[in-house]
């Protein structure tokens, strides 16, 4: 199983990102993707997850309002759409597969080697 994440940068406050996650070797309709990210010194949390055929995502209170989790099962990809994006959101970005859409990262079997995304003027 291989996840392969994209799109991180650098960006000034209030501005926009779309990181993307290409998941490859595995059956990707039946797994819940989520959203993770890790500041410096802070543990990793949850950001947002999307189950497999969901039409809707679960969001951290954080982020809820201005990220937007979607899919594309056809082309294997989960996207985050991050706007109006604050310095706090500053981490390095993964994403995780998971059969249970759950919040928790342990219940992540799979995940990518990160993106990260700076938000600084």
């Known amino acids: 199983v291989q996840l392969v994440e994209s799109g991180g940068g650098l960006v000034q406050p209030g501005g926009s990102l779309r990181l993307s996650c290409v998941a490859s070797g595995l059956s990707f309709s039946t797994y819940a993707m989520g959203w993770f990210r890790q500041a410096p010194g802070k543990e990793r949390e949850f950001v947002a997850a999307?189950?497999?055929?969901?039409?809707?995502?679960n969001y951290a209170d954080s982020v809820k309002g201005r990220f937007t989790i979607f899919r594309d099962n056809a082309k294997n990809t989960v996207y985050l759409q991050m706007n109006s994006l604050k310095p706090e959101d500053t981490a390095v970005y993964y994403c995780?597969?998971?059969?249970?859409?759950?919040?928790?990262?342990?219940?992540?079997?799979?995940w990518g080697q990160g993106t990260q995304v700076t938000v600084s003027s």
């Open positions: 999307m189950r497999g055929l969901a039409w809707g995502g």
């Open positions: 995780a597969a998971s059969l249970t859409g759950s919040t928790e990262k342990a219940q992540y079997a799979f």
